[in-house]
């Protein structure tokens, strides 16, 4: 809260700032402005200066860009081609400012143009890979919207697969988003809220939203948090994410990350915000509940019958994820009365000559499995899978045959790192790391108490979690009794008519209720 | 604020962590005891109360048990019986655990078996049987047997497809019910239960033969004298179970028009009803129902008639009414105890009368022995098998 | 808008529904059973603990409705309308020390238990010192934050009871509840009265109904929510005695727990039920606990409006610890249990008539406003 007071105060007197050092206006001078241009940007060696005369009296003028923020192709066709079409056009008029005029309005065939006054503007401009035009005697200047260069095509979502469904991920630029965003909304109430974010670096950031769906009280609220970001530069969401959410002390993210355009907008039309920002595939979805970080989009994609069963399957994976470690140090060491004889005389057996308690042993084979997913992460695709082989396979057995560990903490650890790896989300599998450890060291201590008591704790946590104002355990606790039906189970479609309820939504039917389009 | 708290919390949960983990025993290093049999012991004393008692422990040797890993035990024995001399058994467990190098764990014990010596001095089966009601390690499911001769021999049968004598004895009860209907497996937390109310009661009883365990029958405690009175034969104990209504399945064969004809009981149940308005003149119903098939032949019998049918029913009803007869002449005149639970009958349905008579049940009066009891029995029989006629 | 506004500190109906059972369902009902089953002939305790369940519905009615005549005001400052502010004071702390209390006798009992159950070494007093810490932290949150955890965890304790009950269904044997009615008059009112002391702690509808959201329907959720512990009640004290027969059942510590303990899961899964039913009713403890204390602390935090809550909370806990660590042995934790849920149930019984009966003479309230 403190935190909080303190940088809106920070922010007002930036603010202040700010306008007491008014921006310096253009010069009328073109020289002067390039000069001043080059000075502020420091004579970049990719900058570029394309000066020409132009019309009758040959006033002399300039488009400057940056090499390889803009597309070439759009330069040359629609502005340069043009205007040099005028150069030797007659008619054209003789006063400098009538035809700045003439050129803005008529002769630049680019949709987004607008004009510019200041030195900032123009930086601005030229680093976000937009072309200006300068013509000798104005004080303003044209912006021209030439933004291309390379760029990723829409390829398919790496960081979360499916088998059936939309094959569109959202690539690193931000109007190539938005478009995938507006082709799989097709509605007026699809809104866009920029922003500018970064101190040093402007970055666009874009909160979306459908009006009329969504609560006006969270987008709201994420307006205010991102207006409170201070930061250099945001190069991936994970800032945004960083900053806006309610606790940094959680190991529960509290807003999901995406790459599925889908996924983003199924998200819209639930009454969440999709937050875009330049620069990475990775969108966030706000507010997120416990819920929602066992859902895949597939689980719609698919028959209602196959949707439930992977969610349970899903839930099966995180308890699995979450509890095993932490259930064989407690079994095996704490409380053997709970095994079936014949299995408690087996893994006694299978123990038999190692040498290190069971705590030890899990703690080891689980420090060995974080190694390996890590190493299997940074390494280039086909090493890592060697890794995977080497360090799975080789290791596993080799400590086995070694007698370091017994075959049975070798299937706990593979089953927990399977279960690990069937959740849909990458960041509740990193959740689910660090509670796992709560879970071993609890067990270790107190056995089954122990793990009860780990349990009890997280729920605490939970309950007390808020994701934009929301309670982190919504639909279970608040109990929403309508929003169950797409929790655990995955009701049929035909009865998933509205939205989910804890997100209040201004329009909570989701279903079109038969109205004619007369 | 809430910062400040994790903190604490933060602070505490460390302290706890660095004290250690006190019940943290590695599953390897606990001596799995899963049967113990007690005997009195050999040169000791053998008046009064504190009759000195010789206890064995089985401890299951997991390395001998032959793990898939483990390449099969090679020849080590699955198992070590451990025997010590004392007076209380807690005393004498904790001796026994002191000659292993395992920490004893009882929580997966399955089998206790009292030798018949044991039982019959009065008072020492409910004794020996305190502590393993009272402590908190060993379940209320594990099977109490009585061994005819020394318990212990019976923890050393090893027979040829299992390495864990006592993880043997412990199957069989369990199936046995199942496969002839004679042993009825009783479980300690039963015997909790009759202990408390005074009742009497029916052990299986065994003994090893030819590295065999061999049901003998059943062993007859007294609730009142507190010991084992008598035993019934294994066909008085087929009565006895079908007439206190365990799940039976077992044969049944009869004569049945000069061929001798196995019937297996696939469903039993039994009905008692009371009449009890005269302490001294009480008359018990018993009802058994039997369904089941006929399985084996050597007459032609083709089942194909109702009336032959009847005949063969009316055949099983007959032999099982005469065993369930047998049994119940054999408790009533022979040992004169109600182990059928007719006094639980009598108290649930006649309380009145039972608060007049509840001291001369089966004791004092006796008016258990003195009352009629009339057996009635309704066979089905379902089919007769996949054919009708194996031969001509 | 409303999403927004589950942060506040208001609670819905459906919670405060679960709340009740939450608190009045502890570690009462594991020897419960026995306690009945040692005054009462046959299955005539279930008579005893209906009977008793009737009148603390009616005496949570009464509450609820004395509450409810104050929407949104705090117990002290109706109790404060009713009779002059000092008593009010009284009765309060009265209040707090008391469900300081039920918190440490809950500590105290859940870690002798576990003593029975899960451990051999570990001290009694490393156990309940990690309880009482989870406590704390869950006390230091929200308030409405421990409700949601009633929610989150009610439907665990539930589900454990039932899948107790179901399977012991094949042990049930229903001629074990004869004979009935042959229990003298004197032996049903001391079966009544240990019944009562079962319900003990929902007084805390007197504290909560304040932050309900709808104080209007609390009266009729209140009663909803009681009837749901003594159907539980109800139902596990006939199915200890079907299974265990009445002088077995008398003869057991925890006759619940070791229902658990009969189970054989089908394909033996688990050697031994009765770990893992005490594990799951280590949570059903906890709501008890949390809850109590937390109305200690906000009953506290009434009369010194000064302090912060997390100041209550640090200086509380360690009383708590003190007192949980009190009592030497079973025998006087069993005489404290007694002494405790008298002086418990009758206290609040007679503020809540007295209350009750003075604020309908003075005519304060809503309900009179109306009416004039």
């Known amino acids: 809260m403190v935190r909080r007071v303190f940088k809106r105060q920070k922010i007002k007197a930036r603010q202040e700032e700010n306008q007491q050092s008014k921006p310096s206006k253009l010069d009328s001078n073109l020289e002067a402005n390039i000069q001043q241009l080059k000075k502020l940007l420091d004579e970049p060696s990719d900058l570029v200066i394309r000066e020409f005369q132009i019309g009758e009296n040959d006033i002399t003028s300039a488009i400057i860009y940056i090499d390889g923020l803009i597309d070439k192709q759009i330069v040359q066709d629609s502005i340069l081609g043009n205007l040099q079409d005028l150069i030797s056009g007659q008619h054209l008029p003789q006063e400098s400012t009538e035809l700045f005029q003439k050129i803005f309005q008529t002769f630049i065939s680019i949709s987004t143009t607008e004009i510019g006054n200041t030195h900032d503007d123009v930086a601005n401009a030229i680093l976000s890979g937009k072309s200006v035009f300068f013509l000798d005697g104005q004080q303003s200047v044209i912006i021209m919207d030439t933004k291309g260069g390379e760029s990723r095509s829409i390829q398919q979502p790496v960081a979360e697969t499916v088998v059936r469904g939309p094959r569109a991920g959202f690539v690193e630029n931000l109007g190539t988003n938005l478009s995938l965003l507006r082709r799989a909304l097709q509605t007026s109430d699809l809104r866009f809220k920029a922003y500018q974010i970064g101190e040093r670096s402007k970055k666009s950031l874009v909160v979306a939203y459908v009006d009329g769906v969504i609560n006006p009280a969270i987008v709201k609220e994420v307006s205010r948090r991102i207006e409170s970001i201070e930061i250099d530069d945001a190069p991936e969401s994970g800032f945004i994410e960083q900053w806006i959410e309610d606790s940094f002390l959680s190991p529960f993210p509290q807003i999901d990350s995406t790459d599925r355009s889908d996924k983003a907008s199924s998200a819209l039309l639930q009454g969440k915000v999709v937050i875009l920002l330049d620069g990475t595939p990775f969108v966030l979805i706000a507010p997120i509940v416990l819920g929602d970080i066992l859902k895949s989009p597939e689980d719609y994609y698919e028959r209602w019958w196959i949707g439930t069963l992977l969610r349970m399957l899903r839930y099966l994976a995180a308890f699995i994820a979450l509890m095993l470690p932490g259930l064989y140090i407690a079994l095996v060491s704490i409380h053997p009365g709970l095994l079936p004889t014949e299995l408690a005389l087996s893994i006694a057996a299978s123990r038999e000559g190692v040498p290190f308690p069971p705590v030890v042993e899990a703690f080891l084979m689980v420090i060995t499995m974080e190694l390996l997913q890590e190493a299997g992460i940074r390494l280039p695709t086909p090493i890592g899978q060697t890794i995977g082989i080497v360090g799975g396979l080789v290791i596993g057995e080799a400590a086995v045959t070694a007698g370091i560990v017994s075959p049975i903490m070798v299937i706990v650890i593979g089953l927990t790192a399977i279960a690990a790896f069937a959740n849909p989300s990458f960041s509740i599998g990193i959740t689910f790391r660090i509670i796992r450890w709560g879970f071993m060291i609890a067990a270790a201590i107190f056995g089954l108490y122990g793990i009860v008591l780990v349990y009890i704790i997280i729920n605490i946590h939970i309950v007390n979690l808020k994701s934009f104002g929301i309670p982190y355990s919504t639909p279970f606790a608040p109990n929403i009794a309508g929003d169950w039906k797409d929790l655990v189970i995955r009701a049929p479609m035909t009865m998933l008519t509205k939205r989910p309820r804890f997100l209040a939504p201004k329009d909570s039917n989701s279903a079109n209720k038969g109205v004619k389009d007369s | 604020m809430i910062k400040r708290v994790h903190k604490l919390f933060i602070c505490c949960l460390v302290l706890i962590l660095l004290s250690g983990c006190w019940d943290g025993i590695s599953i390897e290093e606990r001596g799995f005891i899963i049967g113990m049999a007690i005997d009195v012991a050999k040169d000791g004393n053998k008046n009064g109360s504190n009759d000195e008692l010789t206890l064995t422990s089985q401890i299951a040797v997991p390395a001998g048990l032959g793990t898939p890993s483990g390449g099969g035990g090679g020849g080590q024995k699955g198992y070590m019986n451990i025997s010590a001399s004392g007076i209380s058994i807690y005393d004498i467990a904790q001796d026994v655990a002191n000659q292993t190098n395992k920490m004893p764990f009882f929580e997966h014990l399955k089998v206790i078996i009292v030798s018949e010596e044991v039982a019959s001095i009065p008072e020492l089966f409910a004794n020996v049987m305190d502590v393993f009601i009272r402590n908190r390690d060993t379940h209320r499911g594990i099977y109490v047997v009585i061994s005819k001769g020394k318990a212990m021999d019976i923890l050393d049968i090893q027979p040829e497809n299992e390495q864990l004598p006592a993880r043997y004895i412990d199957k069989i009860l369990e199936n046995s019910l199942r496969k002839t209907g004679e042993m009825k497996p009783v479980r300690i937390g039963d015997i909790h239960e009759y202990l408390l109310t005074e009742s009497s009661f029916v052990l299986s009883e065994v003994a090893a033969k030819n590295n065999r365990i061999n049901f003998e029958g059943g062993s007859v405690f007294k609730g009142d004298s507190s010991k084992v009175i008598g035993s019934l034969s294994l066909e008085e104990m087929l009565g006895y179970e079908l007439i206190t209504g365990q799940e039976v399945r077992g044969p049944v064969v009869v004569d049945f028009k000069g061929h001798l004809t196995a019937y297996s009981i696939r469903e039993a149940n039994s009905k008692i009803k009371i009449k009890a308005k005269d302490p001294k003149n009480i008359e018990i119903d018993v009802i058994i129902k039997l369904e089941g098939e006929m399985q084996e032949t050597f007459g032609t019998v083709k089942l194909q008639k109702t009336s032959e049918v009847e005949a063969l029913e009316k055949a099983v009803s007959d032999k099982v009414k005469e065993i369930a007869n047998k049994s119940i002449e054999q408790a009533q005149k022979e040992l004169k105890a109600d182990v059928f639970g007719f006094g639980d009958n009598l108290k649930k349905f006649h309380y009145e009368t039972w608060e007049q008579m509840k001291d001369n049940w089966d004791k004092g009066d006796n008016y258990f022995s003195n009352s009629t009891v009339n057996v009635t029995v309704k066979t089905e029989v379902r089919s007769d098998g996949v054919i009708y006629k194996s031969k001509e | ?372």
């Open chain 3, 1 to 372: 808008m409303k999403s927004l506004e589950y942060g506040d500190e208001k609670i819905s109906e459906k919670e405060i529904l679960i709340a009740i059972p939450s608190m009045v369902i502890g570690v009462g009902i594991l020897s419960l059973p026995r306690r009945i089953a040692d005054e009462t002939i046959g299955s005539d305790g279930w008579i005893a603990l209906v009977i008793a369940g009737a009148v603390c519905v009616l005496m949570i009615w009464l509450m609820a409705k004395l509450a409810a005549r104050f929407p949104h005001q705090s117990f002290i400052s109706y109790a404060s309308i009713i009779v002059s502010k000092p008593i009010a004071k009284i009765i309060t702390f009265l209040f707090a020390v008391l469900f300081i209390s039920i918190a440490a006798f809950h500590i105290r009992v859940l870690g002798d238990t576990s003593q029975q159950y899960l451990f051999n070494q570990t001290p009694v007093e490393v156990v309940t010192l990690s309880f009482l810490l989870v406590v704390v932290y869950a006390v230091s949150g929200a308030r409405a934050a421990l409700f949601r955890l009633n929610m989150l965890f009610f439907p665990f304790i539930i589900f454990i009871l039932l899948l107790v009950l179901i399977f012991n269904f094949r042990w049930i044997e229903p001629s074990n509840l004869l004979p009935v009615f042959q229990t003298n008059v004197k032996d049903y009112w001391k079966g009544i009265q240990t019944s009562t002391l079962s319900y003990m702690g929902f007084s805390i509808v007197l504290f909560y109904t304040a932050f309900a959201r709808q104080p209007k329907k609390a009266p009729k959720i209140a009663v909803l929510g009681m009837t749901i512990p003594i159907v539980i009640y109800v139902f596990v004290y006939l199915t200890c005695l079907m299974v265990f027969g009445q002088i077995s059942t008398s003869n057991l510590l925890f006759p619940t727990i070791d229902l658990a303990k009969r189970i054989e899961l089908p394909g033996g899964i688990l050697e031994s039920v009765e770990s893992v039913f005490f594990v799951v009713w280590t949570m059903g403890a906890f709501t008890t606990t949390a809850m109590a204390l937390d109305v200690s602390i906000l009953a506290l935090s009434y009369i010194f409006n000064r302090m912060k809550k997390i100041g209550l909370v640090l200086i509380l806990s360690p009383i708590v610890y003190y007192i949980a660590l009190l009592p030497r042995d079973i025998s006087q934790i069993s005489l404290i249990a007694g002494l405790l849920g008298t002086i418990v149930i009758s206290y609040s019984f007679l503020t809540t008539l007295v209350l009750f009966l003075i604020a309908k003479l003075r005519g304060v309230g809503r309900n009179d406003k109306t009416s004039a």
